[in-house]
């Protein structure tokens, strides 16, 4: 077996959980286990990283890596592939992730797969499993050649529990010419809707079919209930609600006591921000709409019939 | 300022998705498609400043016939020509293929800017546009929530998680491939539609332009083996009946969870 190298990352001066899901998946695979750790000021993170399943971990410390640059990691993930003679090369699919590593897969002229949820083994060859068209459909995705390179979904496999007892060598990022330059991470603005408190969320999707339609049908119910409106983010996207309403990767992750989703069909970035909630309802006119995977209670029907009934029923079950 | 578009058609989003008889992808014969959404705001970012300023705008697209379809109503929008790489040889190339196709066209019409989306709505790949600019040798950002251009120089507000913002600033030629909903996207108007009859559609095929060896299904590294429903999870329990008893049904479960 040859050498499965992850590229950490670090995040408000931690290595991201994310990171251990791709320790979780190296580790099971039979593989050799090397890891990328890079920044600046990261070798306490390096150490901790290689005694909990980062096997043997690279550091790579330089000021243009301080912060995310797509031109330094790309140069120095690439230094720590032909450092490690890695055939396999692991990122998560965060926004730093999906910027950089395609650009390493094609400077590496490699198979590239992105956003996968699963790795099997065929004849030593890694093939992937993946979502397409926005979760109505999963691919299984077949690789040639070495280096693989591909990027692993956040949350969707275990994270690496055990100890292990890997060293922490020091890497030249060799860091040439950068063009991109950071200037600032702006914090979210203070959005005015803060759906990360509220005990019950009614959300609306694209199935409402219009604006004026969360004034008319959803607000009722979600006033029966005493809850908050959400959006999904076509929604959002299309300027029928602002920002601020949006549940989601890029928008507010909830867990409240009771989600609902009215006309949504569950898109990744959607499930990703609601998925942690205690019971889940979802109302959508078609069966296969991925929103009913997470849901725990499901009704496939006219969302413009149900909801107010719903309404209804809600105000009588009070009394 | 020369500024190219990279657009996807993709299955409309309302399609029916139903498996080909291969497996390895969805019946494409007798459904509709449009241009990729997070392709129409790249293209409406690039009309934009087309719009404030000396701007020419070229779209680029790869696939069949039906392709012209998206470039025609990308020239009704605003875009100026358009670039077509029809060739059968080109199917099946991986993303990297696709990526070396935009490549030769980036390095042929040498732009000072490249607008792509974010992802495709069908593959969901979300990797071609860092890997085009990879190859051209420029600088790239994904996920481009508001870009602004001033003496050479782009600067992009890019998203992260949980809706803050990371600013980075590239010089030209640079690659920027943009989320949605940064902007609204304009209609062609009927007199754009007509103006796009006389604007002019170069046709390439990979050997034009130079990469014939390295793309098509014989090239790709990647390869999907086949596509299928996603196994349910622990599923929903579904609830029937008329909407009353529906409705009944989900008063009592909120109840029961005592959040009445």
């Known amino acids: ?25 190296a580790q099971k695979s039979g593989h050799d286990v090397k890891s990328l ?13 290689a005694k909990k399943g980062g096997g043997e971990v690279l550091v790579a410390e330089a000021d243009a890596l301080a912060n995310y640059n797509a031109d330094a990691f790309t140069q120095a993930t690439l230094a720590a592939v032909q450092a490690s003679g890695a055939g396999i090369l692991l990122i998560s699919n965060t926004p730093s992730g999906w910027d950089f590593a395609p650009r390493v897969a094609a400077a590496l002229d490699a198979a590239f797969v992105s956003d996968a949820f699963a790795i099997e083994d065929e004849g030593g060859q890694p093939v992937f499993l993946r979502r397409v068209f926005n979760g109505r459909l999963d691919a299984r995705v077949k690789t040639k050649g070495t280096p693989v390179v591909a990027t692993i979904q956040p949350g969707a496999t275990a994270p690496f529990e055990g100890s292990t007892d890997g060293k922490v060598t020091d890497l030249d990022p060799g860091i040439g010419e950068c063009k991109t330059k ?4 702006k914090a ?26 969360f004034p008319e049908l959803l607000q009722p119910l979600v006033d029966a209930l005493g809850g908050a409106m959400g959006a999904s983010r076509p929604v959002v996207d299309a300027g029928w609600l602002p920002h601020a309403y949006q549940v989601g990767s890029s928008g507010q992750v909830v867990t409240p006591k009771l989600y609902i989703a009215v006309g949504i069909s569950g898109a990744i970035q959607h499930l990703v921000g609601m998925k942690g909630s ?3 309802v979802a109302i959508n006119k078609d069966p296969d709409a991925p929103i009913f995977e997470v849901a725990d209670l499901g009704v496939v029907a006219d969302l413009f019939e149900i909801v107010p009934a719903l309404t209804n029923a809600v105000k009588a079950a009070k009394g | 300022m020369k500024i190219l578009v990279c657009l996807k058609q993709v299955p409309h989003s309302d399609a029916r998705l139903d498996i080909a008889s291969d497996g390895k992808w969805i019946q494409e014969d007798n459904i509709k498609f449009e241009i990729n959404a997070y392709d129409t705001y790249a293209l409406e970012e ?20 039906r392709v012209t379809q998206a470039l025609r109503t990308a020239l009704g929008m605003g875009a100026d020509r358009a670039v077509h790489v029809n060739d059968p040889a080109a199917e099946g190339s991986d993303v990297l293929g696709v990526a070396k196709l935009l490549a030769a066209v980036v390095k042929e019409e ?7 989306g974010l992802m495709s709505d069908d593959a969901n790949f979300a990797s071609v ?7 051209s040798g420029m600088p790239s950002t994904t996920a481009a929530m508001s870009v602004s251009v001033a003496d050479g120089s782009v600067t992009v507000e890019r998203e992260l998680e949980g809706g803050s913002l990371e600013v980075v600033q590239l010089p030209t030629p640079c690659l920027v491939a943009v989320q949605s909903g940064l902007n609204q996207v304009r209609y062609a108007s009927l007199k754009g539609i007509m103006a796009a009859k006389k604007k002019p559609v170069d046709t390439k095929t990979a050997a034009d332009l130079g990469v014939a060896d390295a793309v098509g299904a014989g090239a790709a590294k990647v390869e999907i083996e086949k596509i299928y429903i996603p196994p349910k999870g622990h599923g929903a329990e579904i609830v029937e009946g008329s909407a009353d008893e529906v409705a009944q049904k989900l008063a009592g479960k909120i109840k029961e969870l005592g959040l009445l």
Do not use: C
């Open chain 1, 1 to 25: 077996m040859g050498t499965i190298l992850i590229v950490a990352e670090i995040q408000k001066g931690k290595i991201r959980e994310a990171s251990y899901e791709l320790a979780g998946l």
């Open chain 1, 37 to 49: 750790v890079l920044g600046q000021g990261v070798r306490n993170l390096a150490e901790e990283f």
């Open chain 1, 182 to 185: 950071f200037v600032e991470v």
């Open chain 1, 188 to 213: 979210a603005e203070s959005k005015g809707v803060d759906l990360t408190k509220a005990s019950i969320i009614v959300s609306g999707g694209r199935g409402l079919g219009a604006p004026e339609k």
């Open chain 1, 278 to 280: 205690n019971f889940i």
């Open chain 2, 46 to 65: 690039a009309l934009r400043l087309k719009d404030s300023g000396e701007a020419e705008v070229v779209v680029v697209s790869i696939g069949p016939a």
């Open chain 2, 110 to 116: 040498s732009p000072d800017l490249v607008f792509a």
């Open chain 2, 129 to 135: 546009p860092p890997m085009v600019a990879q190859l």
